[in-house]
C-alpha cells in the first residue's frame, strides 16, 4: 500500500511540475524550431552522408522498414537530392547551416535548464556555439545509427578491410544492429540529461529519466507509426500538407517526452535532498 502511496504522490508532484515549468509550451517551441532547422540539418546531412558507405538502395531500405509510409515518398525524394550532382555545392554552406541548426538546440539547452531549475549562460554566441557542438554530436549519432543499422555483410566487409574488426565483433554488429541502434539512443539521452544542464549529475541520478524516455519513444514512435499505416482520414484532411502535420505532432510528442524525463530525474533529486 505504502508503494502505491509513494507513486500516486510522485505523479502529482510530476504533474505539478508540468504545470510550473510550462513543459508542454517548451515542447512546442523547441519543435517549432527544430522544424525551421529541418531543412539546413538536412543540408549539412547531405553533405556528410555522402562520405559513408551507405548508398540509395540501404537507404531504401532503412525507410520501408523503419518509417511510416505516409512519408516514404518525401524521405526518398530527399534520397535522391542526396545523391544527385547537386548536392555537391552545399558543401560550402556547411558553416553557415550549422549556425542555423543550432537554434533548435538552444531551445534545448534553455528548456532544460529551467526544467532542472539550474541557471545557463546568458550570453547569446556562447549558447549558440555550444548548440553548434551539440548539433554536430547529434548528426555524428544519427550516421553512426544509420550506418549500422542498414548494413549487412556489406558493413561487415567494409569494417573488416577498413579497421580489420575480428569476425566475433562483426557478428555481434550485425546479429544484433537493431538493440545497438537502440542503445546509441539510450546513451544519447543519457548524455543529454548529463551535460546540457548546466550542473554537476552523476550518471545513476540520470537513469530513470533516461529510461523512462527511452521505452515511452520506443511505445509513442511505434503505435504512431502503425497508426499511419493503417489510418488514411489524415492525408484526406490534411491533403498536401499532411507528412508536415503528422511529422510536426510526432516531433513534439519526441521533445514532450524527452523533457518529461528530466522532470522525473529533477523530482527524484529533489526528493533525495528533502529526506537528507
Same mark, same amino acid.
Given at each position: 500500500?505504502?508503494y502505491?502511496?509513494g ?20 515542447a ?90 539550474t541557471?545557463?549562460?546568458?550570453? *547569446? @554566441?556562447?549558447?549558440? =556555439?555550444?548548440? /553548434? &557542438?551539440y #548539433?554536430?554530436?547529434? $548528426? ?25 574488426v ?53 511505445a ?24 508536415i ?5 510526432w516531433? *513534439? @510528442?519526441?521533445?514532450? =517526452?524527452?523533457? /518529461? &524525463?528530466? #522532470?522525473?530525474?529533477? $523530482? ?9
Open positions: 500500500m505504502k502505491f502511496t507513486i500516486f504522490h510522485f505523479s502529482k508532484q510530476l504533474i505539478n511540475k508540468n504545470k510550473e515549468d510550462k513543459i508542454g509550451t517548451y512546442a517551441h523547441t519543435s517549432f524550431f527544430t522544424f525551421i532547422s529541418l531543412f539546413p540539418f538536412m543540408i549539412i546531412l547531405m553533405t556528410c552522408i555522402k562520405y559513408t558507405p551507405l548508398t540509395e538502395e540501404m537507404l531504401y531500405e532503412l525507410i520501408n522498414t523503419v518509417t511510416p509510409n505516409l512519408i516514404n515518398d518525401t524521405l526518398k525524394s530527399w534520397i535522391e537530392e542526396i545523391y544527385s550532382d547537386k548536392t555537391g555545392v552545399l558543401s560550402v554552406s556547411i558553416l553557415v547551416a550549422l549556425w542555423a541548426v543550432s537554434k533548435s538546440f538552444m531551445g534545448i539547452i534553455k528548456s532544460l535548464n529551467e526544467i532542472y531549475d541557471k545557463y549562460s546568458d550570453n *547569446y @554566441f556562447l549558447v549558440r =556555439i555550444i548548440g /553548434m &557542438g #548539433a554536430l554530436i547529434f $548528426l555524428f549519432t544519427i550516421l553512426v545509427t544509420m550506418v549500422i543499422y542498414v548494413f549487412g555483410k556489406s558493413f561487415s566487409n567494409w569494417l573488416n578491410e577498413t579497421f580489420h575480428t569476425p566475433d565483433v562483426l557478428n555481434i554488429i550485425v546479429n544484433f544492429r537493431l538493440i545497438i541502434a537502440l542503445g546509441i539512443f539510450f546513451v544519447l539521452v543519457l548524455v543529454t540529461y548529463m551535460f546540457i544542464p548546466n550542473r554537476k549529475s552523476r550518471i545513476r541520478y540520470e537513469l530513470p529519466g533516461t529510461i523512462f524516455t527511452t521505452i515511452l519513444w520506443i509513442f514512435s511505434a503505435f504512431y507509426s502503425m497508426y499511419l499505416n493503417n489510418s488514411k482520414s489524415g492525408s484526406s484532411i490534411y491533403g498536401s500538407v499532411s507528412t502535420v503528422f511529422f510536426m505532432i516531433l *513534439y @510528442f519526441s521533445i514532450y =517526452i524527452l523533457y /518529461m &524525463g528530466a #522532470a522525473i530525474n529533477t $523530482l527524484l533529486s529533489h526528493n533525495r535532498q528533502n529526506k537528507i
